[in-house]
C-alpha cells in the first residue's frame, strides 16, 4: 500500500473491546453471542471514483491527492485491505415498521476499522454495497449508484445544514452490474453497482442492543453498553461508577435527547426518513441509513417518500417525533435488563415528550425570527403549518420569504404551487400574516440582522427530491457532473450562490409523480 493510505492510523477499539463470532465463514446464518463477523469486502471488476467530499476526507486527514490515487480506489472499492483492518459486519436486529424482525445486521456494509485522526478523533470507516456478509438474509450484499448517490449527496447537504448526520467519503462504481427492481412489480432490471465510502463515530444502533436482550444475551448487553459509553459518552463517566444503574439512566436519557433533537433538526429542515426501523436508529442520534428519505417540496405532514410506507404512513413527516419516542421505548425495553427497574427508564420516556415539544418551540421561533418563545407563539406556530398544509406551499420558499420586510400575500408568490387562491385561505393567510408583522415588530430587531438569523435557520437549497433524480439519471449515464455540483452547492444552503438559482426552485411538474422524485422504494 502507498505511503499515503500507511498513515491513516487505525485503532479499532469496537473490534478489540467486543466480542467476535467465532465462526469465520462467510454464509448467511444466526450470530450468537458476538458483536460482529469478521469478513471481507467482495473483489470488484472496474472500480472508478464517481465523486468524493474534501470535507469528509479531512475527517481522515486525507488530501485531495490521496483520494486521487490508484490505492484509494483499491482500499475504498474493498479490492485491498488497508494496513492495521480486520473488516468486519455488525450484529444487530431491530423492529421494522412496528414489529420485531428479530437478526438483521450489516447485510451489505462492511467495516475496515476506526482511524483516529491528527486530532485525536476516532471516525469508523464503513464500505456500503461492498459484498454479502453473514448478515445478507437472502440479499445480495450490494448496492446501486441509484441510493449510494442519494445517501453520499444527503449525507453531505444534511452535515452542512447543521443536522446531526453520519458522513459520506466517496463514491465508488465498482464496474459490476447489479440487478434490481425498484417498484418491485416485477419490472428487474441491471443498474451500475457502486459502493459509498460512510463515517461515523460509531455505527451502533438501537437495534445493536435488541438483539442481545431478545436473545437474553445479557453478558454481551453489557459490554456493549459499557463500551459504548466509555467510547463515546465518556463524559459521563465523571458523575458516575462504571456500571452502575445510575450510569446507563444517564446514558440512556443522553441518548433520548440527542434522538429528540435530531428530529427537530429534521423538522426545522423538511426532511422525512422514511424508514425509521429501531435498525436505523443510531445510538449518537445520528441520522443514518439513508433510504427511501424524501425532503418536502410542498409542506405536508401527511407525506411520506417511501411506497412501502404508503398504507399506514408510519414514517410521515408529521409522525417523525413520535416514531422516535416509540423507538426510545424499544431502547428501553432493551436496556432493563441492566437496570432492572423501570422507574428511571418510565422518568426518561414520560419527559421526551415535553422536551421534544420545548425543542420544537425554539426551532419553530428560530425560523420565524424570533429570539425567545412567548405566550401565544405555540398558537401562531400551529396556524401556520395548518395554513401551510392548506394549499400547496413550498416550504423551503416560504421561510425565505418570511424573512424579507414585505408580508403582503402577493410577495409570497413562488412559494405557491398554484397561481391563485380562494378567499377563505386568502383571508386567513393574511390574518395570519398581520398577527406575524405584529409579533414580529415586538421583537425590535433591526432588518438586516433579522434577515440574517431566519436565512441561517432556513436554508435555500435542500436535496430536493426531483434534484437527486436529475442527478441519478446523469449519473447513469456517465455524466457526473451534476453530482458534483449539487455537492458542492449544499456546501453553503443558507447562502445565495451565484448561477445556481435554478437548485432553490420548487419541484417542476413534471416531478410530481415520477418514481424517485416523489415515489421511492426500499430497494437500493
Ligand atoms: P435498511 O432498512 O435498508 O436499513 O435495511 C434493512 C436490513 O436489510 C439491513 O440489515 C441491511 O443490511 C439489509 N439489506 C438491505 N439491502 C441489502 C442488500 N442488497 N444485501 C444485503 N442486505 C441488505
Ligand atoms: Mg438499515
Avoid at 473483489?43 to 475527517?59: G, M, W
Avoid at 479490492?79 to 431491530?94: F, I, R, S, V
Avoid at 400547496?392 to 400575500?409: H, N, P, Q, V
Wanted: with cysteine; aromatic share 10%; glycine share 6%.
Amino acid at each position: 500500500m502507498a505511503p499515503i493510505l500507511k498513515t491513516l492510523n487505525f485503532d479499532n477499539r469496537f473490534l478489540n473491546d467486543l466480542p467476535a463470532d467465532s465462526d469465520l465463514s462467510n454464509s448467511r446464518r444466526q450470530v450468537h453471542n458476538a458483536c460482529y463477523s469478521f469478513v471481507e469486502p467482495a473483489k470488484v471488476s472496474a472500480p472508478s471514483l464517481v465523486s468524493f467530499s474534501k470535507e469528509a476526507a479531512a475527517l481522515l486527514d486525507l488530501s485531495a491527492d490521496d483520494i486521487n490515487s490508484d490505492e484509494f480506489l483499491k482500499a475504498f472499492s474493498g479490492n485491498q485491505m488497508l494496513e492495521g483492518t480486520k473488516p468486519y459486519a455488525m450484529c444487530y436486529g431491530g423492529h421494522q415498521f412496528g414489529n420485531w424482525a428479530g437478526q438483521l445486521g450489516d447485510g451489505r456494509a462492511i467495516n475496515l476499522g476506526e482511524v483516529v485522526n491528527a486530532q485525536g478523533d476516532y471516525w469508523a470507516v464503513q464500505l456500503k454495497g461492498a459484498g454479502p456478509t453473514p448478515y445478507s438474509r437472502t440479499a445480495d450484499g450490494l448496492a446501486v449508484l441509484r441510493s449510494s448517490v442519494r445517501e453520499y449527496l444527503c449525507s453531505e447537504a444534511m452535515f452542512h445544514l447543521g443536522v446531526p448526520t453520519t458522513r459520506a467519503l466517496s463514491l465508488i462504481n465498482t464496474g459490476e452490474e447489479v440487478m434490481r427492481d425498484i417498484l418491485y412489480n416485477g419490472n428487474a432490471a441491471y443498474e451500475p453497482g457502486t459502493v459509498v465510502c460512510r463515517l461515523s463515530p460509531s455505527f451502533v444502533r438501537f437495534g445493536s442492543f435488541q438483539i442481545f436482550s431478545s436473545r437474553n444475551e445479557h453478558d454481551e448487553l453489557k459490554q456493549l453498553a459499557d463500551a459504548t459509553i466509555a467510547h463515546h459518552f465518556s463524559e459521563l463517566l465523571d458523575a458516575h461508577e462504571v456500571g452502575s444503574k445510575e450510569l446507563y439512566l444517564a446514558w440512556f436519557n443522553e441518548v433520548c435527547q440527542r434522538t429528540m433533537t435530531m428530529v427537530v433538526e429534521w423538522m426545522r429542515v423538511g426532511f422525512v426518513h422514511g424508514v425509521m426501523n429501531t435498525d436505523n436508529m443510531s445510538i449518537l442520534g445520528l441520522t443514518i441509513d439513508y433510504g427511501p428519505y424524501g425532503w418536502l417540496d410542498d409542506f405536508n405532514p401527511e407525506w411520506t417518500p417511501n411506497t412501502t410506507d404508503s398504507q399506514n404512513r408510519r414514517y410521515r413527516y408529521g409522525q417523525q417525533a413520535n416514531v422516535a419516542l416509540w423507538n426510545c421505548f424499544q431502547l428501553a425495553n432493551s436496556l432493563y435488563p441492566l437496570i432492572g427497574e423501570t422507574d428511571g427508564l418510565e422518568r426518561t420516556l414520560e419527559d421526551l415528550q415535553s422536551s421534544y415539544q420545548t425543542q420544537w418551540l425554539e426551532m419553530m421561533s428560530k425560523k420565524l425570527g424570533f429570539k425567545s418563545v412567548e405566550n401565544g407563539d405555540q398558537a401562531l406556530f400551529e396556524r401556520l403549518e395548518a395554513l401551510l398544509a392548506k394549499v400547496e406551499t413550498d416550504m423551503t420558499i416560504f421561510y425565505r420569504c418570511l424573512a424579507g420586510d414585505d408580508l403582503s400575500l402577493a410577495s409570497f408568490s413562488d412559494a405557491y404551487y398554484q397561481d391563485k387562491h380562494d378567499q377563505d385561505y386568502s383571508l386567513a393567510m393574511n390574518r395570519w400574516l398581520d398577527d406575524y408583522a405584529n409579533r414580529r415588530a415586538k421583537e425590535a430587531i433591526e432588518p438586516g440582522a433579522r434577515i440574517k438569523a431566519m436565512n441561517s435557520v432556513n436554508p435555500l437549497y435542500v436535496f430536493r427530491n426531483y434534484l437527486a433524480q436529475l442527478a441519478i439519471d446523469k449519473a447513469e449515464a456517465g455524466d457526473h457532473s451534476m453530482v458534483n455540483e449539487l455537492l458542492n452547492v449544499f456546501r453553503n444552503p443558507y447562502e445565495q450562490q451565484e448561477g445556481m438559482e435554478a437548485y432553490a426552485l420548487k419541484r417542476p411538474e413534471w416531478a410530481r409523480s415520477k418514481v424517485g422524485c416523489s415515489m421511492l422504494s426500499c430497494s437500493s
